[in-house]
């Protein structure tokens, strides 16, 4: 989500994507405080039983489906990502000297069955047993890993942009031919033919969708008071 951010910014405009987020997140805050609101005076700790508390017996079963298909896409994507970065990492340390690029790599060795389904079903192997964790407490720690990986990410971007923008301004841009150009505060492309506007609602939403994991945060929680755990949010 946070890596698809700039293309987004390119699409649809940088101001356009900076309201959009600011809405996301009051959204997300909004949501995930409503819900616990929901919990405390309902005295049930399970989001699918509070909309259905709230909401009835058919809106809490769509939403159960609604997880199911979420969480099920989520793994895969994941697997997916992870297979190719697996595959970045082996072409880098071992076979980069004998493939013109990583694509031709990935075409002629790495996407091929003798190594996708070992790979992914070793990717399974790690997931699975996270999948299975009743109580969230045991991966408190992971917080501080994931902060971690987005500061290097943070840093990569800054100290790598000046480079991709020399790359772009000597290879790519021409300054009579306006699709080369950049403008990051035309939003026109939003409403075009392709409609960037939907795929930027669902990248910047997808950035603050967490409600899923608030419940099992919540229940957690050593002390799960309102003032606790809107500071968790």
Known sequence: GCFSLPIRCAHIGLIFVFCLLLFGAFCSYWSLTSMIHAARKSKEKDYSRIVKESLGKVPATILDSIMVIYIFGVLISYQVVIYSLIGRVFYELFQSNNYKDFEEYEKKIWNTNSYKFPVMFGVSLVLLPLCLLKDLSKMRFTSMIGIMALSYAILVIIIESPFFFIHYLNNVYK???????????????????????????????????????????????????????????
């Open 175 to 233: 300054k009579d031919d306006s699709s080369t150009h950049a403008n990051f505060y035309n939003i026109k492309p939003a409403f075009k033919n392709d409609l960037y506007v939907f795929q930027c609602f669902a990248t910047v939403f997808y950035c603050f969708t967490c409600h899923i994991g608030a419940f099992p945060v919540y229940k957690t929680l050593k002390n799960n008071t309102v003032r606790r755990i809107n500071k968790v949010f």
